[in-house]
Antibody, heavy 116, light 110 residues
Framework: EIQLQESGPGLVKPSQSLSLTCSVT?????????WSWIRKFPGNKMEWMGYISNSGSTNYNPSLKIRISITRDTSKNQFFLQLNSVTTEDTATYYC?????????WGQGVMVTVSS | DIVLTQSPALAVSLGQRATISCRASQSVSISRYNLMHWYQQKPGQQPKLLIYRASNLASGIPARFSGSGSGTDFTLTINPVQADDIATYYCQQSRESPPTFGGGTKLELK
């Protein structure tokens, strides 16, 4: 079974970069699927941020395009999120997830607070 | 972006039917494919896929969950509602990028 696990700091200062890791077990990220980051804001709004495909191409939400980067380390079967120039509005629970068109598998999520 | 609209909350009694709706700002159907999906999320947990492509039950999901709809109007039905179903339910479309989610419907007990 595919399992995903997010890791990273829970507190980031405004204007700095948010960096998260998603570790995948039970499936090789180069074998198939797109590997996404999704966030849920306080108040329940959910936003798809972007994905890295099994071939390594990326697709980002236009609302984040100038601030986001998703990369991967295939040797570790991990993919990464970097979000630059964060503000308090980036405070959210961040999930990694995978699937084609819909999201079959999700990590547990990591809560990130942007605060000085 | 395609906007998905859900009612914020729905109150139901245990053993009754719950009908949760999701309306899209434009059609999310292509040919015979209805690209709307449903998730359940409980507090402190990740979302769980319930229904994909409008009416297909995801693996391991009980048959009391069902989905229907096409075009812009979709429905998730839970019948009968059990205590374990108290959660927030989200719709999500994959017709156009970026994929978008509804605001969620919180299922509450009467």
């Amino acid at each position: 079974e595919i399992q995903l696990q997010e890791s990273g700091p829970g507190l980031v200062k405004p204007s700095q970069s948010l960096s998260l890791t998603c570790s995948v077990t039970g499936y090789t990220i180069t074998s198939g699927y797109d590997w996404s980051w999704i966030r849920k804001f306080p108040g329940n709004k959910m936003e798809w941020m972007g994905y890295i495909s099994n071939s390594g191409s990326t697709n980002y939400n236009p609302s984040l395009k100038i601030r986001i980067s998703i990369t991967r380390d295939t040797s570790k079967n991990q993919f990464f999120l970097q979000l630059n120039s964060v503000t308090t509005e980036d405070t959210a629970t961040y999930y990694c997830a995978t699937g084609l068109h819909y999201f079959d598998y999700w990590g547990q999520g990591v809560m990130v607070t942007v605060s000085s | 972006d395609i906007v998905l609209t859900q009612s914020p909350a729905l109150a139901v009694s245990l053993g009754q039917r719950a009908t949760i709706s999701c309306r899209a700002s434009q059609s999310v159907s292509i040919s015979r494919y209805n690209l709307m999906h449903w998730y359940q999320q409980k507090p402190g947990q990740q979302p769980k896929l319930l229904i994909y492509r409008a009416s297909n039950l995801a693996s391991g999901i009980p048959a009391r969950f069902s989905g229907s709809g096409s075009g812009t109007d979709f429905t998730l039905t839970i019948n009968p509602v059990q205590a374990d179903d108290i959660a927030t339910y989200y719709c999500q479309q994959s017709r156009e990028s970026p994929p978008t989610f509804g605001g969620g419907t919180k299922l509450e007990l009467k």
